[in-house]
């Protein structure tokens, strides 16, 4: 059971490239979850989605794009990479679409992305 | 809206030395609580969380946590502390109300162990 698989687990891009971090998991989890998590600032929520073809905005979403065409994965995709989007990405899944905490989080390992 | 402060960024203790890792939150109701690890290179594990009831849980590796609604308090112990204990440490809140509401996470607490 791999639970949830980021890929790939490191990136280097310049400025203005553009290039899609995946989220896969197998434990038929609605809910879905992409975080950054920069130095002193804990993990922020960019989007997130409670099921397929449903996704939504969290705090930090400007710059992101995603989509979620099957429960199984949930893409995240930068347009054009700034050097402000250097950070470590974590996807996030759990079982229940409802208010936040009747499930804890599954974590991936992360992406670590870094913009020249 | 919920936040969390953890006012520790970086607390270092000798080995079988206990631990207390800080967390208050704000939210206007009875929160979900959790802690996390985070061990370098690694996402996050779940160590423990409060719903309701008992107001101290027991989570893995020999951590408990109390809730304590009167100090808006979650904060994480561990009464012998082993070298593989050194991670960072992450508090979060989750509300109860709404569809698919967010988890917020405070800014972490690093632990180093010293032997």
């Known amino acids: 059971n791999a639970g949830v698989t980021q890929t790939p687990k490191f990136q280097v891009l310049k400025t203005g490239q553009s290039m899609t971090l995946q989220c896969a998991q197998d434990?038929?989890?609605?809910?879905m979850s992409w975080y950054r998590q920069d130095p002193g600032m804990g993990l922020r929520l960019i989007h997130y989605s409670v099921g397929a073809g449903i996704t939504d905005q969290g705090e930090v979403p400007n710059g992101y794009n995603v989509s979620r065409s099957t429960t199984e994965d949930f893409p995240l995709r930068l347009l054009s990479a700034a050097p402000s989007q250097t950070s470590v990405y974590f996807c996030?899944?759990?079982?229940?679409?409802?208010?936040?905490?009747?499930?804890?989080?599954?974590f991936g390992d992360g992406t670590r992305l870094s913009i020249l | 809206a919920q936040s969390v402060t953890q006012p520790d960024i970086h607390i270092t203790v000798s080995e079988g030395a206990s631990l207390e890792l800080r967390c208050n939150y704000s939210y206007g109701a009875t929160p979900y609580l959790f802690w996390y690890v985070q061990s370098p290179g690694q996402g996050l594990q779940l160590l423990l969380k409060?719903?309701?009831?008992?107001?101290l849980v027991q989570g893995i590796k020999g951590f408990e946590a109390e809730f304590k609604r009167s100090q808006s308090s979650f904060n994480l112990r561990k009464p012998s502390v082993h070298w593989s204990d050194a991670a960072e440490y992450f508090c979060?809140?989750?509300?109860?109300?709404?569809?698919?509401?967010?988890?917020?996470f405070g800014t972490g607490t690093r632990l180093q162990v010293t032997l």
């Open positions: 979060a809140v989750g509300a109860r109300a709404g569809t698919a509401s967010k988890l917020t």
């Open positions: 409060y719903f309701s009831g008992d107001t």
């Open positions: 434990m038929n989890h609605e809910y």
């Open positions: 996030a899944t759990r079982p229940g679409t409802g208010g936040a905490g009747n499930q804890p989080q599954h």
